[in-house]
């Protein structure tokens, strides 16, 4: 009976995946908290550059959807792509990744 409710909610949750499609998660640092259920995530990348080869860092700011504001600035978090929540809203706050040090 375990494993057939394990291969129940697996093919549950491929199906509901493949119906959405694939959504891009990346993990980021939160800059800024000061909107209302909204936070900012700075996500790093490294690339290589095409003619010279050196690694190149690139920084991205995206707008999340934080249901409940429990995310402060400077934790690690993980966002996952969503259908538009706003007109700068394309992403939403899976989980905490790391909590931020507390510098009190």
Known sequence: MGKATAMTENTQATATQEARGFRRKIVGTVTSDKMDKTVVVECVSRKRDALYGKFVRTR?????????????????????????LSREKRFVVVRLVKAAPDTK
Request: no cysteine.
């Open 60 to 84: 991205k700011k995206f707008k999340a959807h934080d249901e409940k504001n429990e995310f402060k600035v400077g934790d690690l978090v993980e966002i996952e792509e969503h259908r538009p």
